[in-house]
């Protein structure tokens, strides 16, 4: 509908899973819709997050992410390096399966936009060239 009234782009609500937006990529393509799609990615820095973005959004997490979640709940500075990695490896799995747009929800913390950026800067210069 949104592309019937003339929108540009679309972009996603965030998902933890990238053969989910794969699989709706190709479901967009089949019915003939060929906007660019930005990736909606939201890193987990904090545990708890986990079930407020499973309520609010009904998003799949992954037993990996899961994983990361338990075992570094109690410790919030390696659950904020753990989270902004699997977003980090998220990005890359995405721009290497020629996703050209991403939309990073930071909740209002640039230091955690800012610190994926720098994991991927050399990446994202390398497929614009």
Partial sequence: YKV?????FLTTQMFFDN????SFLYRL?????????????????NANQVSRMVDLSNAYIPRKLLA???RFR??????????????TDQIIDLVSNGVRGIHI???NKPEIAGA????????????NN
């Fill in 4 to 8: 019937d009234a003339g929108v540009d």
């Fill in 19 to 22: 053969d989910m937006l794969y």
């Fill in 29 to 45: 393509q089949s019915t003939g819709i060929h906007v660019p799609v930005l990736a909606g990615i939201m890193p987990i820095t």
């Fill in 68 to 70: 990361i979640c338990d």
């Fill in 74 to 87: 109690d410790s919030p500075e390696a659950m904020m390096q753990a989270g902004i990695a699997y977003a």
């Fill in 105 to 107: 929800y930071t909740m």
């Fill in 116 to 127: 994926i950026i720098k994991n991927v800067d050399s990446i994202i210069k390398a497929i």
